[in-house]
């Protein structure tokens, strides 16, 4: 059974940093994508950054290039998918979640929620001083 669980969601002063974690299990090819997106008050949700299992391709949504990092790593049959982000700013508050296309063939990814057909229940990210 596939399954996605976020962490490391919280409260942070603007300029200061939090690394989000994906915990994807039951994933046992790297026939994946795991995306991570967001979602703030009163907007829709909207792709952050995305990674291809089997080609290492990475997105960035232009808000957070530069700023946010994707990388995986496997054990076994669980994937954990990190999104290391720096600079935070106010607007980047939001619930984040992780969602998972599996499998497929596709070599990238990206940041339409179409692509995708798991998802985690998401980890609230404050920035405010």
């Known amino acids: 059974q596939l399954q996605l669980v976020e962490s490391g969601g919280g409260l942070v002063q603007p300029g200061g940093s939090l690394r989000l974690s994906c915990a994807a299990s039951?994933?046992?090819?790297?026939?994946?994508?795991i995306g991570w997106f967001r979602q703030a008050p009163g907007k829709a949700r909207e792709g952050v950054s995305c990674?291809?299992?089997?080609?290492?391709?990475?997105?960035?949504a232009d808000p957070v290039k530069g700023r946010f990092t994707i990388s995986s790593s496997r054990d076994n049959a669980k994937i954990t998918v990190y999104l290391q982000m720096n600079n935070l700013k106010p607007e980047d508050t939001a619930v984040y979640y992780c969602?998972?296309?599996?499998?497929?063939?596709?070599?990238?990814?990206?940041?339409?929620?179409?692509?995708?057909?798991?998802w985690g229940q998401g980890t609230q990210v404050t920035v405010s001083s």
């Open positions: 969602a998972a296309s599996y499998p497929t063939a596709r070599l990238s990814c990206s940041g339409s929620m179409g692509q995708y057909d798991y």
């Open positions: 039951g994933f046992t090819l790297d026939y994946y994508a």
């Open positions: 990674t291809s299992g089997s080609s290492g391709f990475a997105y960035y």
